[in-house]
C-alpha cells in the first residue's frame, strides 16, 4: 500500500521559512513525479510545485522565487523549502502522486503565517 506522510508545518511569523517533509512508502519512489498541493482558507486545493522523476521542477506563479521543492531517491523523501512567507499562504499542505493510474493523497500538514 502507497502511503506518504507529510511533516514540517507550524506557525511562522510574515517573512519567515518553513521546510516541509514527505516520506513515501510501498512505491519505487525514484519512478514517480512527486507533487506538493495546498488548500488555503475559501479556495480550492491547487498545485503548487512539482519535481519530475528526473528532477525537473515547475512551481505556480505565486511561489515562484520563494519556494524550492526537491527529493531524495535514497530515502524516498520530497521536500518543499517555503521563504518569504505571507500570509496568504496560510493553508494545509498535501504532498501527492499518481501511482499506477490512482491519486495518493498524504493527509497533509498545517501551515500558518501569521504575526
Known amino acids: 500500500q502507497v502511503r506518504l506522510v507529510e511533516s514540517g508545518g507550524g506557525l511562522v511569523q510574515p517573512g519567515g521559512s518553513l521546510r516541509l517533509s514527505c516520506v513515501a512508502s510501498?512505491?519505487?519512489?525514484?519512478?514517480?513525479?512527486m507533487n506538493w498541493y495546498r488548500q488555503t482558507p475559501g479556495h480550492q486545493r491547487e498545485l503548487v510545485a512539482n519535481?519530475?522523476?528526473?528532477?525537473?521542477?515547475n512551481y505556480v506563479d505565486a511561489v515562484k522565487d520563494r519556494f524550492t521543492i526537491s527529493r531524495d531517491n535514497v530515502w524516498a523523501r520530497v521536500f518543499l523549502q517555503m521563504n518569504t512567507l505571507t500570509p496568504d499562504d496560510t493553508g494545509v499542505y498535501y504532498c501527492?502522486?499518481?501511482?499506477?493510474?490512482?491519486?495518493?493523497w498524504g493527509r497533509g500538514t498545517q501551515v500558518t503565517v501569521s504575526s
Open positions: 501527492n502522486t499518481r501511482y499506477k493510474g490512482y491519486q495518493v
Open positions: 510501498g512505491m519505487n519512489f525514484r519512478l514517480y513525479d
Open positions: 519535481i519530475t522523476s528526473d528532477h525537473n521542477k
